[in-house]
């Protein structure tokens, strides 16, 4: 991997993708991988990562993610998971139930008698896949990397689009890719056009230990302020997502530790012990952002700079991890003077469009349906998890959803 000097005033590559964080690094790795002939830039608005035990990335904090089987496979065939393994916690157990009604169905890998794997997915922190992943493309020197520079314009030409920075260069490519996260500057410059819908809640994440061992259990806990997600981690640590009423968020973040610990111990029961430490906890504010055409003259954007999800269902990433693996895919088996033209990006996302709708209205109507407390949506809600407990074959959607084993992974469907 190159660095490039600050004195050059006009760059040209075939692909610069803008956001050096998770959705964008693994895009250049898996375009290197896939086609080693191409020229990449990957450029951030963020300084360059001290190489240190620890990423200094802010997309690479102490947050952690949870990776379902298809994203484990990508993973693989991009040579990290060896790696990233590790120190990742396998899921193999999901309980799902309602604060206040029966019904807290188990969901298991075999649950459905098609889906015969070991676990549901991996759940790891994100600082240890940067490591890792910087490691790797580390050893690519046909990837060229600029830091610490924002993307202030864009022109789009018939045969190329020009990227203005912040330091004075131009970089020219045929294909812009924005990987830049949900306040996306490639999505505004390039007129992108996305719906926010604030769901009036914030997540506050942390990670916390319990008395008694996890046994590779992931818990999803519904209450009238909203989901709590206990994630197993490694070390018999869970990772906590606690979805919380703005209204209510500053009380909840200001409490001492034990005071919090006490607090999400009643909100959420003895189901995962009695919680014992926690970390320290940051706030997230929860909405969805959507884009119904993420693609433009020349330019795609992918990951959160195309969609933000709620935290709910754990499909944010592993949604954005299938973006940039179609992408490459595509991109794979395009001619390289057509990297970027309209056929070429109107058959990415004609590969993608079913899979982001499926995804988000799925997403989005387990927030509403859990978030609303009249009896008219309580009553049938705590039926169907009951329905679930008696009959496990009923979750089968819903486990093939959270193992992320879509077709699009089948190459045919890419050609």
């Avoid at 330091?167 to 812009?176: E, G, I, S």
């Avoid at 906590?240 to 919090?260: G, P, Q, T, W």
């Avoid at 189901?271 to 330019?299: C, Q, W």
Wanted: hydrophobic residues 35%.
């Amino acid at each position: 991997m190159s660095t490039i000097s600050t004195s050059e005033q006009t760059l040209d590559y075939d692909v610069v993708i803008v956001g050096a964080g998770m959705s964008g690094s693994l895009l250049a790795l898996s375009l290197l991988t896939k086609k080693p002939s191409l020229k990449v830039l990957l450029l951030d608005e963020n300084p360059k990562r001290i190489k240190t035990d620890r990423a200094s990335n802010p997309s690479f904090d102490a947050r952690c993610i949870a990776l379902n089987a298809g994203s484990v496979d990508v993973l693989h065939e991009l040579g990290l998971w060896k790696d990233i393994q590790s120190k990742a916690q396998s899921i193999q157990q999901i309980q799902v139930s309602d604060r206040g009604y029966l019904g807290a169905p188990e969901l298991t890998p075999q649950s459905s008698s098609e889906i015969n794997d070991e676990a549901f997915g991996y759940v790891v922190e994100l600082q240890h896949v940067g490591q890792v992943l910087a490691h790797t493309l580390a050893d690519f020197q046909s990837l060229t990397t600029l830091y610490n520079v924002k993307l202030e314009h864009i022109e789009q030409q018939i045969s190329s689009v020009t990227c203005q920075l912040s330091n004075t260069q131009k970089v020219t490519a045929k294909l812009c890719v924005g990987a830049d996260g949900g306040n996306s500057q490639v999505r505004k410059l390039a007129n992108i056009q996305s719906s926010r819908s604030d769901y009036h809640r914030s997540a506050i994440i942390c990670n916390i230990r319990s008395n008694q061992p996890h046994q590779s259990i992931a818990y999803e806990r519904f209450t009238e302020s909203g989901p709590i997600a206990l994630l197993p981690l490694t070390d018999n640590r869970f990772s906590v997502v606690y979805c919380v009423e703005n209204k209510n968020l500053d009380c909840i973040k200001n409490l001492s530790d034990s005071a919090f610990l006490s607090h999400l111990q009643l909100e959420f029961g003895f189901r995962a012990g009695v919680f014992e430490e926690t970390g320290k906890r940051d706030v997230y504010p929860l909405m969805l952002l959507t884009s119904n055409h993420p693609i433009s003259h020349r330019v795609v954007c992918i990951g959160n700079a195309a969609h933000s999800l709620h935290p709910v269902a754990g499909q944010g990433f592993n949604l954005g991890l299938r973006d940039l693996y179609v992408l490459a895919e595509v991109i794979s088996q395009t001619d390289i003077d057509k990297v970027g033209s309209f056929p070429m990006l109107n058959h990415y996302w004609q590969c993608r469009k079913a899979d982001h709708n499926k995804t988000i209205l799925m997403t989005d109507s387990l927030v509403r349906i859990f978030s609303n407390q009249y009896h008219l949506f309580s009553i049938p809600r705590t039926f169907g998890l009951q329905a679930m407990s008696l009959f496990p074959s009923l979750s089968q959607p819903i486990i093939e959803q959270a193992k992320g084993q879509f077709d699009l992974f089948n190459r045919e469907n890419l050609s």
